[in-house]
Nanobody, 125 residues
Framework: QLQASGGGLVKPGDSLRLSCVASGRTFDNYHVGWFRQAPGKEREFVAGINRVGNTYHPNPMKGRFAISRNNAKTTVQLQMNSLKPEDTAVYYC?????????????????????WGQGTQVTVSS
């Protein structure tokens, strides 16, 4: 079971750090991704880190968002800087168990089997 936390209400330009943990296990053999879904919109990919530590951030998030994993592989975090009102959404972490040592970082919803409950991020002045 995945649990996302760290959301909240912030002002434009502020930062937030979201965390994703897996109950009773580590992310040692998982790809992990962050997605977000705003009201009335499709769920979109925000950032991903694969089993071997390669990361991928779509162009709209590059330079503002950064995904990372702690050395113990118990937590995957999403650092979000320079937040904008359009970043307002429910943010979900997702994981896919794997033994791959690939360069590719999964970025599609159907590439992840396990999903957390989401954490709300609201950016408003």
């Amino acid at each position: 079971q995945l649990q996302a936390s760290g959301g909240g209400l912030v002002k434009p330009g502020d930062s937030l750090r979201l965390s994703c943990v897996a109950s009773g296990r580590t992310f040692d053999n998982y790809h992990v991704g962050w997605f977000r879904q705003a009201p009335g919109k499709e769920r979109e990919f925000v950032a991903g880190i694969n089993r071997v530590g390669n990361t991928y951030h779509p162009n709209p998030m590059k330079g503002r968002f950064a995904i990372s994993r702690n050395n113990a592989k118990t937590t995957v975090q999403l650092q979000m800087n320079s937040l904008k009102p359009e970043d307002t959404a429910v943010y979900y972490c997702a994981a896919e168990q794997t033994s791959d040592s690939q360069l590719y970082v999964p970025r599609r919803r159907n590439e992840y089997s396990f999903w957390g409950q989401g954490t709300q991020v609201t950016v408003s002045s």
